[in-house]
């Protein structure tokens, strides 16, 4: 079993609709959460991270933790057609320097 | 521009020669980070420098791999005797003191074997 699973899609959804990205882990040690955007060719893009539970905002974008089900995932409001690419979500214990990726999940917003 | 930079952006290559790839972090980043990413795939730690000082390698490094920071600024990975399974995009990232989850990304170099 891969440390951080992820569904690669593609996802499609209308512009304007709430997206809904989502991976489990399997290390209960993994303290901090990491999103990042990457789109075709280009390197990854930072887009939040969490440390342990909880719910984190920033703009459109909502990172949610829930460390009981080793779920961690990643709400877009009002999807724009700019927000298709590959969303990675990454993982890293405390006190750990190297940050586990899933594959990737790719995300297309139908205008 | 102050994020992360890396050259060259491509880099085609027939198998059995060197490369080497640069990558300048963003300046105020005192750890900077390799990894290699290919296709449907996330990226995969190669190796990683506090200051000057490589920390750690992955065993997806293999002795054909050599990664050196001189002087704790840009670094360099060097693949020699390129095969064709090293084809990907070699990624350089950097975060600053005591955030490693905070890791800014370059734009790559994509690598073509032939």
């Known amino acids: 079993q891969k440390e951080v699973e992820q569904d690669p899609g593609p996802l499609s959804v209308p512009e304007g609709a709430i997206v809904s990205l989502n991976c489990t882990y399997s290390?209960?040690?993994?303290?901090?959460f990491m999103w990042y955007r990457q789109y075709s060719r280009k390197g990854p893009e930072l887009l939040m991270y969490t440390y342990s539970s909880g719910n984190k905002e920033d703009g459109r974008f909502t990172a949610q933790v829930d460390k009981s089900s080793k779920y961690i995932s990643l709400f877009i409001r009002d999807s724009q057609p700019s927000d298709s690419a590959t969303y990675l979500c990454?993982?890293?214990?405390?006190?750990?320097?190297?940050?586990?990726f899933g594959k990737g999940t790719r995300l297309h917003i139908l205008p | 521009d102050t994020g992360v930079s890396q050259n060259p952006r491509h880099k085609i290559t027939k198998r059995g020669q060197n490369v080497t790839f640069r990558c300048d972090p963003i300046?105020?980043?005192?750890?900077l980070y390799w990894y290699r990413q290919t296709l449907g795939q996330g990226p995969e730690f190669l190796t990683y420098?506090?200051?000057?000082?490589?920390?750690?390698k992955s065993r997806l490094l293999s002795d054909r791999f050599s990664a050196e920071r001189p002087k704790g600024s840009f670094s360099t990975l060097e693949i020699q005797r390129t095969e064709q399974g090293d084809s990907a995009m070699y990624l350089c990232a950097s975060s600053p003191q005591g955030a490693v989850y905070e890791q800014y990304f370059g734009p790559g170099t994509r690598l073509t074997v032939t």
């Open positions: 990454a993982t890293l214990s405390r006190g750990d320097d190297k940050i586990i």
């Open positions: 300046s105020e980043h005192n750890r």
């Open positions: 420098f506090q200051n000057e000082a490589q920390l750690e």
């Open positions: 290390n209960s040690a993994f303290q901090y």
